[in-house]
């Protein structure tokens, strides 16, 4: 990647773990995250990262969620945008989450890279917010894998630490895994690697060669980190999962004004916005008709 390569502007839509106490914005029907889907479009994101809630905002894992929010995304922004699926979480089976990939097939999914202690911090209050351990081991890794091989899904490998980079090195040699490949260097949760631009280009330097990369922040320092992807080449991730505010720290009345704000630091370094078929080109990733055939 370079420079002159457009960048990629995925919108992590939702999240799992964030309410409408917190942001108002926040969508749990399916109705508001196909409103939320033209938006996000409509500001020049081209790919939205999904997690399934429930019509009164709780998480989801069930079939008939994902696809009713897939159908809504789709029924706003058409083609003109790739869905994206998460299948990290704690206490769901594998098999559970291998299930609705089948279903719904789509274009690409998220898949973490390694193990951690996943936590949020306050330092008014001296103590941790949450606290716990993420288990992502190479079996659960390996079979996901095989089931996006089989299914015609792109995996994203969300790598939360340099380490997790270098997960995907054994994967290659055994051929379970196909470059090019689409990594997304995580950066901003306690338990993994600090959000500094310095670590940022650390983990790039591992990524394996000729794979598209991006960076996601979390909470604030997401800014800083989006400043410094677009300056090393890389593409961004934002949205109302990863962070609730805008630079001027007012907070987002809707994903697309978080987008609209990506788009604008995107032009200001002297890059431009992928298009919708540019990122599937650089993704490596077929038409929608060519994985849902799959």
Same mark, same amino acid.
């Given at each position: 990647?370079?420079?002159?390569?457009?960048?990629?502007?995925?919108?992590?839509?939702?999240?799992?773990?964030?309410?409408? @106490?917190?942001?108002?914005?926040?969508?749990?029907?399916?109705?508001?995250?196909?409103?939320?889907?033209?938006?996000?479009?409509?500001?020049?994101?081209?790919?939205?990262?999904?997690?399934?809630?429930?019509?009164?905002?709780?998480?989801?894992?069930?079939?008939?969620?994902? &696809?009713?929010?897939?159908?809504?995304?789709?029924? @706003?922004?058409?083609?003109?945008?790739?869905?994206?699926?998460?299948?990290?979480?704690?206490?769901?089976?594998?098999?559970?989450?291998?299930?609705?990939?089948?279903?719904?097939?789509? &274009?690409?999914?998220? *898949?973490?890279?390694? /193990?951690?202690?996943?936590?949020?911090? /306050?330092?008014?209050?001296?103590?941790?917010?949450?606290?716990?351990?993420?288990?992502?081991?190479?079996?659960?890794?390996?079979?996901?894998?095989?089931?996006?091989?089989?299914?015609?899904?792109?995996?994203?490998? @969300?790598?939360?630490?340099?380490?997790?980079?270098?997960?995907?090195?054994?994967?290659?040699?055994?051929?379970? *895994?196909?470059?090019?490949?689409?990594?997304?260097?995580?950066?901003?949760?306690?338990?993994?690697?600090?959000?500094?631009?310095?670590?940022?280009?650390?983990?790039?330097?591992?990524?394996?060669?000729?794979?598209?990369?991006?960076?996601?922040?979390?909470?604030?320092?997401?800014?800083?980190?989006?400043?410094?992807? *677009?300056?090393?080449?890389?593409?961004?991730?934002?949205?109302?999962?990863?962070?609730?505010?805008?630079?001027?720290? &007012?907070?987002?009345? /809707?994903?697309?004004?978080?987008?609209?704000?990506?788009?604008?630091?995107?032009?200001?370094?002297?890059?431009?916005?992928?298009?919708?078929?540019?990122?599937?080109?650089?993704?490596?990733?077929?038409?929608?008709?060519?994985?849902?055939?799959?």
């Amino acid at each position: 990647m370079s420079l002159e390569d457009p960048v990629v502007i995925t919108c992590s839509i939702s999240g799992a773990i964030a309410n409408r @106490e917190q942001c108002p914005a926040i969508p749990y029907t399916p109705e508001e995250y196909g409103a939320e889907a033209r938006r996000i479009v409509d500001e020049g994101g081209v790919m939205i990262h999904i997690h399934a809630r429930k019509r009164d905002g709780t998480p989801s894992y069930e079939i008939e969620d994902f &696809e009713a929010i897939t159908e809504a995304i789709r029924g @706003e922004a058409g083609d003109e945008v790739i869905v994206n699926f998460s299948t990290g979480t704690i206490g769901v089976p594998v098999s559970k989450r291998i299930e609705y990939l089948r279903a719904c097939r789509p &274009e690409v999914a998220a *898949l973490n890279m390694g /193990s951690m202690n996943y936590a949020k911090y /306050s330092r008014a209050r001296k103590q941790f917010v949450f606290n716990m351990v993420f288990a992502n081991p190479f079996e659960e890794i390996i079979e996901l894998l095989e089931a996006m091989n089989e299914l015609g899904i792109k995996p994203e490998h @969300e790598c939360f630490d340099v380490g997790h980079v270098g997960s995907l090195a054994p994967l290659l040699d055994m051929g379970v *895994l196909h470059a090019p490949l689409h990594v997304d260097c995580v950066m901003g949760v306690v338990g993994g690697i600090p959000p500094t631009a310095r670590n940022l280009a650390a983990m790039v330097d591992n990524v394996p060669a000729d794979s598209h990369w991006g960076v996601i922040g979390i909470s604030r320092d997401q800014w800083m980190l989006v400043a410094a992807a *677009l300056t090393l080449g890389g593409s961004i991730r934002v949205g109302l999962e990863d962070n609730l505010y805008l630079p001027s720290g &007012e907070m987002a009345r /809707s994903n697309g004004e978080l987008i609209a704000k990506a788009r604008e630091m995107t032009e200001e370094v002297g890059r431009r916005a992928a298009t919708v078929s540019e990122a599937r080109a650089m993704l490596a990733i077929g038409a929608r008709e060519q994985v849902a055939g799959a």
